[in-house]
């Protein structure tokens, strides 16, 4: 029993171990070439911000024992429409609410589908990643669309307040109220515990198809906020946004302790481990690697990091 509680122990700080590990690493390996000044970690902060933030969406689709490959595309087509809406009224407000309702709109059909319907969530999300890919290529016209607004893209994205950039304070926010609401709020217990076990959690008179369709809309949305906060930052959007980072977001959740059977969910250690992928690839870019020689390392790291924190399901 002891030896049980010390492995559960060592499973659950082993990310910390890993951040600890990467930065020490790269500070060796880098020591001369301003891998730990203050300039390099603050761009660091800026790569991981989106990152993070859709993390914190996965964290509960896979608390609750579902998954979703389609905030990819939400994140370029919530972009393109808040670019285009901004563009078009001038409005800061409207273009958020524009791109957060695509975001909200996404969620609630993902979450029909799998909690109404009965459809697997892998299925649905992936059929789904094309249509709204499809859609954001459509109306954009394979074009970028610029954003010219000083304003939005200082708030969202490009921004600084002293030596803090903007998007790290919206990084610690959406981590800060992730983790607030998954490990102290009743719908943050109620979404572990579908995830913990479904029939038990129906015993227990929680809605489960309500908790399931309530995730996919986080997941959703948040992502739709990722895509304006890549539009303040490139300063305009484009069709591809987002699309490359699925695998990156699900990896930096895993390697962050929630796990993929569901039931158990740290938002903090998703964030932490959206930071991970940010300082590998940062440190990569440093050692002068070729884009293969990176993407090969980069997929060892992620490997070896996922095997040491995956939780298996058993009995």
């Known amino acids: 029993m002891t030896n049980r509680l010390k492995e559960i122990k060592w499973r659950e700080h082993v990310i910390y171990f890993i951040f600890t590990g990467i930065i020490l690493l790269f500070s060796v390996l880098l020591f001369d070439r301003g891998f730990l000044t203050g300039s390099n970690l603050m761009n660091i902060a800026r790569q991981t911000a989106m990152i993070s933030i859709m993390a914190v969406g996965m964290t509960f689709v896979l608390a609750a024992e579902e998954i979703d490959l389609s905030f990819g595309s939400v994140v370029a087509l919530a972009a393109i429409i808040t670019a285009q809406v901004l563009r078009a009224t001038g409005s800061i407000i409207l273009a958020i609410l524009a791109g957060l309702l695509v975001g909200a709109i996404i969620g609630i059909i993902n979450g029909l589908f799998v909690a109404k319907v009965g459809i697997p969530s892998f299925l649905v999300t992936l059929g789904m990643s094309g249509i709204i890919l499809g859609t954001a290529r459509w109306v954009s016209h394979l074009q970028s669309i610029p954003i010219n607004n000083d304003t939005f893209t200082f708030i969202f994205g490009s921004g600084d307040i002293g030596p803090v950039p903007v998007l790290f304070i919206w990084m610690i926010l959406a981590g800060s109220l992730g983790h607030l609401v998954l490990k102290k709020t009743p719908f943050g217990r109620k979404v572990l515990a579908t995830g913990g076990n479904k029939i038990s959690a129906l015993y227990s008179g929680i809605k489960v198809s309500r908790m399931k369709m309530s995730v996919m809309v986080i997941n959703s949305v948040l ?25 990156i977001v699900i990896a930096a959740v895993i390697i962050g302790g929630t796990s993929m059977f569901g039931g158990k969910g740290s938002v903090i250690g998703s964030v932490i481990g959206a930071l991970i992928m940010g300082i590998l690839n940062n440190g990569l870019i440093l050692l002068g690697l070729s884009v293969d020689q990176q993407m090969i390392f980069r997929g060892l790291i992620i490997i070896i990091a996922v095997s040491l924190t995956m939780r298996e399901k058993k009995g």
């Open 223 to 247: 992502a739709a906020f990722a895509g304006i906060l890549y539009t303040g930052r490139l300063h305009g959007a484009r069709y591809t946004l987002g699309t490359n980072e699925v695998m």
